[in-house]
Each structure stands twice: as C-alpha cells, then as structure tokens.
C-alpha cells in the first residue's frame, strides 16, 4: 500500500477527531447544518488486461504470445468517509467531505506450452531467450492487485432539508472534487518442465506495474423512486412504502495516469538476471455512477447498500518482449465495480435524522 492511502486515512481521522458540535437535521441526500461519517466494507469487481508473457513458435518460424493470465476478479474492499457542512453561499448549501477506498484482488492462473510446440520465452529486455522443444512447460502466474483512492469534494445543493420524495427524481446538489487513485500491480511468472518436477524453474520473472491517477471530476446527484405510480404526486416508489429510499450520484473527471513499470528476470540454471524500468503517462477518463438504497435505523444512524460502477479508458496494458523488441508499456480500458454495506453515524449533539415520513 502506498503512502498515500496512510495520508488519506490520516486525514479522515483527523477531520473526525476535530469536528464540532454540531446541530444536525435531515440528511437526504447529503449533510444539512451538521457532520456524518460513514465506514464500510464489501466486496470489488476489476478487470484488467490480460498478461501475455511467454510464447509458441510458429510453423512458419513466427511467434505468438500465450495468455498467462486474465483477470476478472472479485476481491475484498473497505472504505470511510467524513462530510459536514461549512457554509451558506448565494442560496446555496455548501457541504464538504473527504473519503476514501482499499481493494485486495489477487489470482492465480497457468499456461502449458505442449510436447509438440516450441516453447520461446524473451527476457524483458528483448536479447535473451530460451527455446524448449519436445518437452511439456508449465507457467504458473500470480497477480497481486491492490485497487485504492480517495477523494476530497464540495456538494452545492438546497439551502433546506427536502422531506417530500420524488415520484422519479429530483437532483439534490452539484459536485466538484479532487481524486487520487491507484491500481498497484505484484506479478509473478515461474515456469517448470513438467518431466523435471524437482528441477530450478525454468525462468523466473517478476514486475511491478503501479499506475497513479491524478485529477478532478464535476458530477450531480439526487434522490428516485421505484414503482411510482404515475399521476399521484407524494407517493413515492415501492422501495418507499418499504422505509427505503434510493439515491443516485454520477460523477466524471478527467486525470493524469502515471504508470511505472518494473521487471527482473532470471533464468536460474544460467546465473543470468536481466532488469527493465519504463514509465508512461496518458490521459485518463473516469466515469462513475453510484447507486444507494438506504434504511433509517434510529435517529443517528442508518444503514445503505452503495454500489460504484466506474468505466476507466486507461489502464495500463504489457506488450511483452518478442525477438528484437522490447517490453513496452500501452494501454486499455477496464471496468470495475465496488459494493458496500456502509454504516451512517451523524456526530453532534443533536440527531440526523427527523422521525421517520409515514
């Protein structure tokens, strides 16, 4: 984990630590006249570009890569944020907040190159190689993926509370924030021949591929109801008449994308150990769209299902070595999406929310 992830959980608990007393009254949407923190955990989704290290030779004498690896993978998240209002300005409710995310994924993948194939593998560096035939190799992969942001925001929205639920939607507030996130990359190769069980591995190769995004991001956000019954005003949605209301947050920004990549490769039977840095930087679009579904279980406290769903068109994608060329850094797009179960406590002396709408 990076030293920014410490920074941002350093600031949240800072703020907490130092918020003031405040009178606190209905939050819908977003906090009215007070300070709410909220901390959860579940689970992240991320898709990443495939790793396609290792080769087959061709009958023509060509070369073509294998895939070692995808990843579609689930992992475990965790997240917290802080938000209390600061000011009035021109009509307008001016919130301010700071949040922030972690996200471990890993797998675990292979890929055999067969007895009839020509094995080719390329150090990094694009000079070295090794040629196997009449053997059966196996490469077996693992990736470590550590997913993490945070974020610092201001809301402008309604100078009062808003009791009444929509029968569609009703947008609540704009937003303007500043965003930092990661996607940190722990990738390791290790190839055997199947006949050899016992034997050093064939090769070894390991990287780091950590791509820092830097930037900022407009969006708006508001309340909708489910099943509303067109024509009747007040009424509000299914979810409603079960005590649930339903929020939704879209966000887009524009960032920075710092990729450094790192690799080793040794081949251990030869003593031989070649190494390989690059650094990239693209401009990267960020899209979000949140849903939450929320429950009011007292008058401090509530409870929500927050799902993020986040289109990103850069990430960063290997074109490994293949004869006299060496590793390059591209790039593709990934998909991701985050779901929590997050606990909302309001903090001050008064409560966060008025009783219950019947």
Not at 161 to 175: E, L
Not at 198 to 220: R, S
Not at 280 to 306: C, H, P, Y
Request: aromatic share 12%.
């Amino acid at each position: 984990m990076r030293t920014s992830v410490y920074l941002l959980a350093a600031t949240v608990l800072g703020l907490v630590s130092f918020a003031p007393d405040t009178r606190a009254q209905d939050m819908t949407t977003y906090t009215f006249g007070g300070s709410t923190l909220w901390i959860g955990g579940g689970f992240q989704y991320l898709s990443l570009p495939d790793i396609k290290f290792s080769g087959v030779a061709n009958s023509n004498g060509g070369f073509r890569h294998q895939t070692n690896a995808d990843f579609n993978e689930y992992g475990g998240s965790a997240g917290a944020g802080f938000e209390t209002a600061i000011a009035n300005w021109n009509g307008m409710r001016i919130t301010a907040g700071v949040k922030g995310f972690f996200s471990s994924l890993d797998n675990n993948d292979h890929a055999n190159c067969g007895i009839n194939n020509t094995c080719v593998i390329f150090g990094p560096e694009g000079t070295s190689q090794i040629t196997v035939s009449g053997a059966r190799t196996r490469a077996n992969t693992n990736r470590d993926v550590d997913y993490w942001g945070g974020q610092a925001e201001l809301k402008f929205g309604s100078s009062e509370p808003v009791q009444t639920k929509p029968n569609i939607y009703r947008n609540d507030y704009f937003i303007v924030g500043g965003d930092i996130r990661g996607i940190d990359q722990d990738n390791k190769i290790s190839a055997n021949i199947l006949s050899i069980p016992f034997a050093n591995p064939l090769y070894v190769y390991k990287e780091t591929l950590d791509t820092t995004y830097y930037g900022g991001y407009i969006g708006f956000g508001g309340e909708y109801s489910f099943g509303f019954i067109p024509g009747v005003k007040n009424v509000g949605g299914i979810y409603d008449r079960l005590g649930l209301r339903t929020f939704v947050n879209v966000r887009a920004g524009l960032y920075d994308a710092q990729t450094d990549y790192g690799g080793r490769y040794s081949i251990p039977t030869a003593s031989f150990t070649s190494r390989l840095s690059q650094s990239n930087d693209e401009l990267a679009f960020i899209g979000t769209v949140s849903l939450e579904t929320r429950k009011q279980i007292g008058m401090r406290t509530s409870l929500s299902l927050w799902t993020d769903y986040e289109y990103i068109s850069s990430v960063p994608e290997m074109h490994y070595a293949e004869e006299d060329r060496p590793t390059r850094i591209s790039d593709d797009s990934s998909f991701a999406t985050r779901t929590m179960l997050r606990l909302n406590i309001g903090l001050g002396s008064a409560q966060l929310y008025e009783e219950p709408l019947k």
